[in-house]
T-cell receptor, first 114, second 113 residues
Framework: NADVMQNPRHLVRRRGQEARLRCSPMKGHSHVYWYRQLPEEGLKFMVYLQKENIIDESGMPKERFSAEFPKEGPSILRIQQVVRGDSAAYFC????????????FGPGTRLTVL | KNQVEQSPQSLIILEGKNCTLQCNYTVSPFSNLRWYKQDTGRGPVSLTIMTFSENTKSNGRYTATLDADTKQSSLHITASQLSDSASYICVVKPGSSASKIIFGSGTRLSIRP
């Protein structure tokens, strides 16, 4: 499957729990981007990673949120001690080259915090 | 401040009709502009990409135009189909390599039979 894969597609967590969202980029892509989309709103950039490096995390909240893209395996967006305001759709995109290249999006993970 | 504004926010048209969506941006310097289609519950899919020197680009029934002087782009959809119901997002890449791309809030298009 050559598409960007995200899992889980739906995730339910209670306040205070941790959420782990995974993203496998398209085959051959080494650039990964995470976006958050609140209901009825546009996509908001969170973080841009290249293998083992965070290139731009200017859109990441300073606390509770972290992202990684290890040498092997998927990229992980981790949200600690989730709160209701974290409920959103989280999209991952990947590109072959840098941030000027076309980004291909995954289907998203819908996080619901109870 | 680099911004991308889209209009209208939402639009309802009858199947078979044409429509035009607008995107105005203040990004400078400018690298490229893309239009994405996002179906409900899905990730965005790229429709077109245009650089500074391109005025128009088509993808089937979708035609995008760009006026780099006035910093305006439009997406024209011809002979709309029910499957065109989606959000259409304008995305601008600044010319500075240090700047991240900027997403518009999208236009939510509904096609009625």
């Amino acid at each position: 499957n050559a598409d960007v894969m995200q899992n889980p597609r739906h995730l339910v967590r209670r306040r205070g729990q941790e959420a782990r969202l995974r993203c496998s980029p398209m085959k051959g892509h080494s650039h990964v981007y995470w976006y958050r989309q609140l209901p009825e709103e546009g996509l908001k950039f969170m973080v841009y990673l290249q293998k083992e490096n965070i290139i731009d995390e200017s859109g990441m909240p300073k606390e509770r949120f972290s992202a990684e893209f290890p040498k092997e395996g998927p990229s992980i967006l981790r949200i600690q001690q989730v709160v209701r305001g974290d409920s959103a759709a989280y999209f991952c995109a990947s590109s072959l080259a840098g941030s000027t290249d076309t980004q291909y999006f995954g289907p998203g993970t819908r996080l619901t915090v109870l | 401040k680099n911004q991308v504004e889209q209009s209208p926010q939402s639009l309802i048209i009858l199947e078979g009709k044409n429509c035009t969506l607008q995107c105005n941006y203040t990004v400078s310097p400018f690298s490229n502009l893309r239009w994405y289609k996002q179906d409900t519950g899905r990730g965005p899919v790229s429709l077109t990409i245009m650089t500074f020197s391109e005025n128009t680009k088509s993808n089937g029934r979708y035609t995008a135009t760009l006026d780099a002087d006035t910093k305006q782009s439009s997406l024209h959809i011809t002979a709309s189909q029910l499957s065109d119901s989606a959000s259409y997002i304008c995305v601008v890449k600044p010319g500075s390599s240090a700047s991240k791309i900027i997403f518009g809030s999208g236009t939510r298009l509904s096609i009625r039979p």
